[in-house]
């Protein structure tokens, strides 16, 4: 009604002024004056006050506002009820036939315009169809009476018609409406949907999932338009201290903080993301070259190591950036990542707190890394991998009290491949956990043939990866592995490093250990010591052995505070009623000190290299040996 009372006004008024100019006569233009007036006065109000009204959302009309639609309705008709009356009812100048027809014409008009209001559009007809009945009698028509049942009959076909187009108005209305609303709420579930598939809740930045598509898409860019750009790869420093000192709310608002130091410090341009962590990654749209990469790293390393006020206290961080050039470096994302994530490893390694772009050094470790990966699946994929056993003796008399199974791996010119090597690429390309079945599964083999000829190699000790607890069901079914063959506990320990706590926290490695310590298996600590929260563990964790890192047992014959670390260590496990053992035990005098100090047992060259599973068959079960005697049995790798 709002948007059409512009156009129904200026309809009247065109209206009005033809009607004006037909009837025009010296007797009627007083009257003709004052009405037209009257009318074009109305008109121009209600066009006016329509355009104000227009810029409103009207969604409801109050009794107030519906009985001023009612009072206006009738204002509007009584120009056209005033007409009939002075021209037929009081005989003034003009055509009857004409007065009729230009006010039944109205009449409908205004009806129609009006019937989304029925009692307005009921009141405005009402109006005019009264003024034309009571002229048509008080002027003394002979057919006074049939117009007025004409009338009647017009008027009621014009009041149903008006109510049921009202009707369908509105049922039209309430279907646009529900609509608008579902449309609504499916905008806002597809908006929910985006934020909670892309956008990281801590920092408001995009999460790993959407960072990566849009690096996809940004390669697809390059390859149409030839234009280069840059990636970082960041981790924050000392941000484990921040969660560990002040909690993890704290450790979020801080990497919130570096979310915005982040924003302020790039272009709008520029594509930042959390992957998850404290890894953040930045896709420099118009950084390609080395001084403008070094130029904004430089700016944000700037920006970063700022302290930031949280929790009542300045809280340090900093971080170290890994920086990767498109095509220049790579040009699949996959690559990018890899190679920026290689850049920010030498970053941390040679100081942190600083950038670090993938170059030639770094593209030679790329590629003896992936002959490594190589070697590693062809040898997993042809059986070409083996298990040597470094013995464990009992420092007290010399017994054999049970080995360490260790992977060995040779490159294809021959040359031993170092483990530590090797796990963190199979680590890094996702091997570990068929690597760890690969070996599991010789380990049981060999135990199953040891049994049989009748040898008891005490406990195995089994290493697993920290990658090895991501999946609870794989490590499960390694373990289902071994008891289908009837080992059990009693065979084997289950060698563990402290990172397996930190990568999946200490209460999710309880339920784990737990789980495994019910079926009966213990837990060993390796290299214990070197780790910053090794003592907070042991009160945490059901661990049977602490292995003493060979670290502090080179040097236990000749350093004094080598030798108060290791008994305090001895100490410790004493207390606690778990065993201590001794890695990398070279000298009998190393022995003699050890086990002075209470050390339960040890491993090492004193005795013997790791070897094959025939020779440690028969490997001698007593007796130390003395340094320079040739072991027993001939040692491998």
């Avoid at 057919?143 to 009707?167: C, Q, R």
């Avoid at 646009?176 to 609504?184: F, I, K, N, T």
Wanted: aromatic share 6%.
């Amino acid at each position: 009604m709002v948007s059409s009372t512009a156009v129904g006004a200026f309809v009247t008024g065109l209206n009005a002024l033809i009607y004006a100019i037909g009837a025009f006569e010296p007797a009627a233009i007083p009257f003709l004056a004052l009405w037209l007036g009257v009318i074009l006065m109305l008109c121009l109000t209600m066009t006016r006050m329509s355009r104000k009204a227009r810029g409103r959302s009207i969604g409801s009309v109050s009794r107030r506002a519906a009985r001023r639609l009612v009072q206006t309705s009738i204002l509007l008709a009584l120009p056209w009820a005033i007409l009939p009356l002075y021209v037929i009812g009081f005989h003034g100048p003009g055509q009857p036939m004409v007065v009729i027809l230009v006010c039944t014409g109205m009449l409908s008009g205004g009806t129609f315009m009006l019937h989304r209001a029925l009692v307005a559009a009921l009141s405005y007809m009402a109006t005019i169809f009264l003024a034309i009945i009571v002229s048509s009698h008080i002027g003394g028509w002979d057919m006074a009476w049939s117009v007025t049942g004409y009338g009647i009959v017009y008027a009621s076909f014009l009041a149903y018609f008006a109510f049921i187009a009202g009707e369908t108005a509105r049922q039209r209305d309430e279907s646009v409406a529900a609509l608008s609303r579902a449309v609504a709420k499916l905008r806002q579930a597809r908006d929910e949907n985006y934020l909670l598939a892309n956008i990281d809740d801590t920092t408001g930045l995009l999460n790993r999932k959407a960072f990566n598509d849009r690096l996809r898409k940004t390669v697809a860019h390059h390859r149409r338009t030839g234009r280069p750009f840059s990636v970082l790869l960041m981790d924050l420093d000392r941000f484990k201290h921040v969660n560990d000192l002040f909690g993890h709310s704290t450790g979020d608002e801080l990497l919130a903080e570096i979310a915005r130091r982040l924003r302020k410090g790039l272009s709008e341009r520029d594509v930042i993301a959390r992957l998850g962590g404290d890894e953040f990654s930045v896709i420099l749209m118009d950084a390609a070259d080395e001084e403008a990469v070094r130029t904004v790293t430089d700016r944000l390393l700037k920006s970063l190591a700022r302290p930031a006020h949280l929790a009542g206290r300045h809280i340090h961080s900093g971080a170290s950036i890994g920086a990767v050039t498109c095509p220049m470096d790579a040009s699949e994302p996959s690559d990018l990542l890899l190679k920026a994530d290689l850049a920010l490893n030498r970053a941390k390694e040679i100081g942190r707190g600083q950038c670090v772009r993938f170059d030639d050094a770094l593209r030679r470790q790329v590629k003896t890394n992936d002959e490594i990966e190589a070697a590693l699946r062809t040898a997993l994929n042809e059986g070409l991998l083996y298990v040597e056993y470094q013995p464990k003796i009992a420092l007290s008399d010399g017994r054999l009290i049970g080995a360490e199974a260790l992977v060995r791996l040779k490159s294809a010119t021959g040359a031993n491949i170092a483990p530590e090597r090797f796990l963190a690429i199979a680590s890094e390309r996702g091997l570990i956990p068929r690597l760890t079945r690969y070996i599991a599964e010789i380990v049981a083999r060999n135990i199953l043939t040891w049994r049989r000829g009748a040898f008891d190699p005490g406990k195995i000790a089994l290493n697993l990866h920290p990658d090895d607890f991501k999946s609870q069901s794989m490590l499960v079914e390694t373990i289902e592995m071994f008891e289908s063959h009837g080992i059990t506990g009693r065979d084997l320990i289950l060698e563990v490093t402290e990172d397996c706590f930190i990568d999946r926290g200490t209460d999710a490695a309880n339920k784990i250990f737990d789980a495994l310590a019910d079926r009966g298996y213990e837990l060993s600590l390796d290299d214990f010591g070197t780790g910053h929260a090794s003592l907070a563990h042991l009160k945490q964790i059901r661990v049977a052995e602490i292995k003493i890192d060979r670290s502090f047992i080179t040097g236990v014959e000749a350093r004094r505070d080598d030798r108060a670390i290791v008994a305090a260590i001895a100490e410790i496990a004493r207390g606690m009623g778990i065993r201590a053992v001794a890695e990398g035990v070279e000298t009998e005098a190393q022995r003699q000190i050890l086990t002075q100090m209470g050390v339960h047992s040890g491993q090492g060259y004193l005795w013997s290299q790791s070897i094959d599973a025939a020779g440690f068959a028969g490997f001698p079960h007593r007796g130390p040996a003395v340094p320079g005697d040739a072991p027993a049995v001939k040692a491998c790798g």
